[in-house]
């Protein structure tokens, strides 16, 4: 039973364009939203959340959209930057559960100069 | 501060051996979790810990066994390693203040197959 879903294996944009990375949820006591990037050989490092209780969040070159009637988020960079070419995963949290969080299986974002 | 360390970073196991991956943090962080990430899957919780002597099951816990005697440490045993536990391992902490957010502090991982 996947709660948390990224339908897309891979994405690539050209540098300086928008990349859009999407994840659905299933479970609706999910309470917040978190995007995690990966490098290779290295651990996720946190990059941005959202709070159920809002529709956008935004810090500097990412912005994270929910629509919660969709059950939907999405991460927003603009401009990509070859930098940003790692992997992707969307994580929720139930309150009830504390910091468990529950990640997608994570979307490869190749960024080309 | 050196954050998440965990050790070793590569092992190769025959089917059968057992074995312990370390997991350390210097953030003085009540909670730490094991993940495990197989290809195309996402990370799943293994087990995880809200403090030292109190540890529960996560999704994935068969096939493993966590101790936490102290806040700093979180050791994965691994018994009677079998194909299906090969994977990367993380662990990750976070301090319960942190649980407005969620945030999760990560090591680099470990990487462990078994032959």
Known sequence: DQQV?????????????ISILNCDYTNSMFDYFLWYKKYPAEGPTFLISISSIKD???DGR????????????????????????AVYFCAARKRTSGS???FGEGTQLTVNP | NAG???TPKFRILKI???????CAQDMNHNYMYWYRQDPGMG????????????????EVPNGYNVSRSTTEDFPL????????????????????????????????GSRLTVL
């Not at chain 1, 879903?5 to 050209?14: A, E, T, Y």
């Not at chain 2, 059968?16 to 370390?22: A, F, K, V």
């Not at chain 2, 045993?77 to 902490?93: D, G, M």
């Open chain 1, 5 to 17: 879903k990224q339908n897309s294996p891979s994405l690539s944009v050209q540098e300086g364009r």
């Open chain 1, 56 to 58: 956008k969040n935004e």
């Open chain 1, 62 to 85: 990412f912005t994270v959209f929910l629509n919660k009637s969709a059950k939907h988020l999405s991460l927003h960079i603009v401009p990509s930057q070859p930098g940003d070419s």
């Open chain 1, 100 to 102: 468990r969080l529950t």
């Open chain 2, 4 to 6: 998440v360390t965990q």
């Open chain 2, 16 to 22: 059968g051996q057992s074995m312990t991956l370390q």
């Open chain 2, 43 to 58: 990370l799943k919780l293994i087990y995880y810990s809200v403090g030292a002597g109190i540890t529960d099951k996560g």
């Open chain 2, 77 to 108: 045993r691994l018994e009677l390693a079998a194909p299906s536990q090969t994977s990367v391992y993380f662990c990750a902490s976070s301090y319960d203040s942190n649980w407005n957010t969620g945030e999760l502090f990560f090591g680099e």
